[in-house]
């Protein structure tokens, strides 16, 4: 079974720019998180998707956004970019079901922004 | 407010000598305690669930321990091969997303 995919894997932008990253879960699940990893703050959920509905949110900005599709593939945009948002963008599908919810990530995405 | 904290930071290990890492947690209902392995620039892979005290599981070289406040990761005769860094996440019955702790980033020296 293919694994989380996630495009691109790396991105430079610079500040005011926008960006889209995208995630590809296992076949099958149809939950998608995204997580901000940084240096200094470790794994940060930013928020979960479900059946194309955001379930789950994290404290982030509203520049901060994201939508999934009718096939589970998800997207998430990030707007105005700061030198703050310079970090690893990881996702992560899950089935979630009666138990608990074990997610599975994929390689992430570099955003750097100059 | 949950909370996860891993300890230590950072440790280096001689090849073949053994110990382990903490994750202690406080969580208003536990649901599951997770172990990831990451590697530098790439995801984290998925080791171990816990789901109640006193349970245990192993994988190769690996041993996940849980009690009432925390989980141990035990790394028996560690190889170089083992060097990266472990996260230790949990799920609440409050809430489906993961609470990471900030992680160890474990060196192990042929």
């Known amino acids: 079974k293919a694994g989380v995919t996630q495009t691109p894997r790396y991105l430079i932008k610079t500040r005011g720019q926008q960006v889209t990253l995208s995630c590809s879960p296992i076949?099958?699940?149809?939950?998608v998180s995204w997580y901000q990893q940084t240096p200094g703050q470790g794994l940060q959920f930013l928020f979960e998707?479900?059946?194309?509905?955001?379930?789950n949110k994290g404290n982030f900005p509203g520049r901060f956004s994201g939508r999934q599709f009718s096939n589970s593939r998800s997207e998430m945009n990030v707007s105005t970019l700061e030198l703050g948002d310079s970090a690893l963008y990881l996702c992560?599908?899950?089935?979630?079901?009666?138990?608990?919810?074990?997610?599975?990530f994929g390689p992430g995405t570099r955003l750097t922004v100059l | 407010e949950d909370q996860v904290t891993q300890s230590p930071e950072a440790l280096r290990l001689q090849e073949g000598e053994s110990s382990s890492l903490n994750c202690s947690y406080t969580?208003?209902?536990?649901?599951?305690l997770f172990w990831y392995r990451q590697d530098p620039g790439k995801g984290p892979e998925f080791l171990f669930t816990?789901?109640?005290a006193g349970e245990e599981k192993e994988k190769e070289r690996l041993k996940a321990t849980l009690t009432k406040k925390e989980s141990f990761l035990h790394i028996t005769a560690p190889k170089p091969e083992d060097s990266a860094t472990y996260l230790c996440?949990?799920?609440?019955?409050?809430?489906?997303?993961?609470?990471f702790g900030t992680g160890t980033r474990l060196q192990v020296f042929p």
């Open positions: 816990l789901y109640s």
């Open positions: 969580v208003s209902g536990l649901r599951g």
């Open positions: 076949s099958g699940h149809r939950s």
């Open positions: 992560a599908s899950s089935q979630p079901g009666q138990g608990v919810n074990e997610q599975f």
């Open positions: 998707y479900f059946s194309e509905t955001q379930r």
């Open positions: 996440a949990v799920e609440t019955y409050n809430t489906d997303k993961l609470i």
